[in-house]
């Protein structure tokens, strides 16, 4: 290759510097608003060498990291890891993907990100179920991570549709609750829930290493033991043995109780199959505590058991009753027990069959059928071409056309619970 001359290199040097200068640059002209923005398809570009990526699948039980270039909208990031991710999900034909962008660069970030997933969905062959969960989250007000559909390409060829998900980490909590609540040595607790044995939040004892199974700590992990799980003690304990009367007010002190009876009417709304009151037990949330108030709130995750089908009698499910699996839990079963809170779960319930039926101009369907609608449309032609998809065209279709179904007549369903008049 010629050499440029000095010309040459003093003509790009000063282009370059125009294009800093009036942001037009990729780096500069894009955001991490951009980066989970689902009104159009992504597309996530991975440079591994051969025998890395098919170390990878083979191995793709293990949590080995691998190095990798990203490309996305011009933008290239060097250097990064990548490994396996998931628990029942995991593939070695389409394998789920960490990126850990500051792995093997120290303070390196993508978009301000330091990490981020991107979710095979291997149990859902609508590959919706998630991200419109996660939307009603957010609608709702509640903390819920960003998700983006993307087509993923490695080496150039393509690898399927996947999900872009956000990290539940500090850049999360930063633009969720604030800069503060993020900080390394005086930000709040966060706590990844890790289904270690069935657990419905019953008291374990005192003893305070019981509960570090359960409660693995994303942020202040080198804090003294009774920092991170004393508070999960207390709380917990106060669950199981306040009064009728006093419950509310003494668990209120360590729980946003409002929020929590929000966050369970999307659950039950959704009829999630794998939350907080699932069918496996307590499931598939994070719990952060706020440094500045000792309170704590849950952030939902991994929702692919959303909007539930047994692809043979779906009506079942559409139908289901709007305290399905409360009693299981101590904390749901005690918490809906007070009248008080009871009536925020109803009011929250109505508040999602609202956002669920808003229709918009021209259009006479509800909010919830036409986001499944869109996203459906927007990633159908991705799937026909998926050549690792798990499942077939015809099954993504009919498991969309259940979601439309359920996004018709589960809203109904639920008001009429919530004012109990079903016929």
Request: hydrophobic share 40%; charged share 25%; net charge negative.
């Amino acid at each position: 290759m010629a050499a440029r001359s000095p010309r040459r290199y003093i003509v790009e040097w000063f282009l370059a510097l125009a294009a800093l200068a009036c942001g037009s640059g990729p780096a500069l002209a894009q955001t991490q608003a951009d980066f989970f923005d689902d009104s159009a398809l992504q597309e996530v570009r991975l440079a591994i060498s051969d025998r890395d990526w098919q170390a990878l699948k083979t191995h793709f039980q293990d949590n080995t990291y691998y190095t990798a270039d990203l490309t996305w909208r011009g933008i290239t990031i060097r250097n990064v890891g990548i490994r396996s991710r998931g628990g029942g999900t995991r593939s070695g034909t389409k394998p789920g993907l960490r990126f850990d962008i500051n792995r093997y660069v120290a303070s390196q970030e993508f978009l301000g990100l330091k990490a981020f997933d991107l979710k095979n969905m291997d149990t859902d062959a609508s590959l919706l179920r998630e991200s419109v969960a996660m939307k009603i989250y957010a609608r709702m007000g509640l903390a819920a991570p960003r998700e983006a559909h993307t087509r993923f390409y490695v080496n150039n060829q393509y690898a399927g549709v996947y999900v872009i998900v956000e990290e539940i980490d500090r850049t999360f909590l930063s633009h969720a609750f604030g800069p503060l609540e993020a900080q390394v040595e005086h930000g709040g607790y966060l706590f990844e829930y890790k289904w270690a044995f069935p657990y419905d939040f019953q008291y374990l004892g005192s003893d305070l290493k019981a509960y570090a199974p359960l409660f693995e700590p994303q942020t202040r992990d080198t804090d003294a033991i009774v920092d991170l799980y004393g508070p999960i003690e207390s709380m917990i304990r106060t669950i199981n043995e306040s009064t009728d009367d006093d419950f509310a007010a003494a668990v209120n002190k360590y729980l946003d109780l409002p929020l929590f009876m929000k966050y369970l009417a999307v659950e039950l709304f959704t009829v999630e199959w794998d939350g907080f009151t699932g069918n496996w037990e307590t499931n598939n949330f994070y719990l952060y505590r706020f440094e500045q108030t000792g309170r704590s709130q849950l952030i939902p995750k991994d929702r692919d058991h959303a909007f539930i089908w047994d692809g043979v009698d779906a009506a079942d499910f559409i139908d289901a009753p709007i305290t399905l699996r409360l009693d299981t839990n101590v904390l749901a079963r005690r918490a809906t027990a007070v009248p008080e809170l009871l009536q925020l779960f109803l009011d929250a319930l109505n508040g999602i069959v609202g956002l669920a039926e808003t229709t918009a101009p021209g259009d006479p369907r509800g909010w919830l059928e036409r986001e499944i609608d869109r996203q459906a449309r927007q990633i159908a032609p991705a799937v026909a071409e998926d050549p690792v998809f798990p499942f077939s065209v015809d099954d993504f279709q009919a498991e969309v056309n259940f979601l439309l179904r359920f996004a018709r007549t589960r809203p109904s369903v639920v008001a009429c619970q919530v004012a109990q008049n079903c016929p």
